[in-house]
């Protein structure tokens, strides 16, 4: 049985006050939704606040990004260990925009991935191809390459204890969704990879969706068989629009 995850990921919004109102809007409200694994994803700086708020309640915490070093001279970093230290739960892994933005390449998206694992924080990495990529009918190649340069330098164990996010690029912050079909080839796919390596592996991961998930949407994408939840930008800086988007989510997905 997959448990269904809706992990907020907070980017860089909010100021201080606004982001404890947020947690404790959702902290509030996280008992009527016992079906779903609600996690927020709150800036570095917001993560004590938010932790102070959250802990004792229903809802896990996490960060947006980790460094692979354990401790030492890297000006800046944040490492495993400190988010251990704060009880963060998950960490983004190759979110799009550190693979675009700051030109995070795909040994080190590894190197993140099995950072996270050695911490003991579960890994939530993100894939997805471009807009150009899926015209040019690239997107299982590029999704292939990208799990493989993980799974190859981790272990493909290690994903008993991770989650990967499925996120067209194109689809982050457009407005533009994957239609539920769309989206349940591609999260059929992935398993598919996964289970090449591991089928019990692959029965047990929790593969969410990401791009433009609304309320109104999130019903119909989390219905389909391989989507496990999502991974919410947008609307999940809004208490109603992101519980709104956990009442999408109905019950665990059996398995087989
Ligand atoms: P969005 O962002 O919901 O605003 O499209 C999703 C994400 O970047 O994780």
Known sequence: MRKKIVAGNWKMH???????ELAEGIRNEAGSFPQVEIV???SFVFIP???KILQNSHVRWGAQDLYMGRSGAFT???????LTDYGCLYVLVGHSERRHIFHEDLDLIAAKFKAAIDARIIPILCVGETQQQREAGQTEAIIKQQLASVIESASIVDFHHAVIAYEPVWAIGTGLTASPEQAQEVHGFIRKQIANYDIDVAKGLRILYGGSVKPDNAKGLFAKPDIDGGLIGGASLQVESFLGICAGCKSDTFVE
């Open 14 to 20: 909010g100021s201080r006050q606004q982001v404890s």
């Open 40 to 42: 927020v994803l709150p």
């Open 49 to 51: 606040d938010v932790a």
């Open 76 to 82: 800046g970093e944040v490492s495993g260990p400190m």
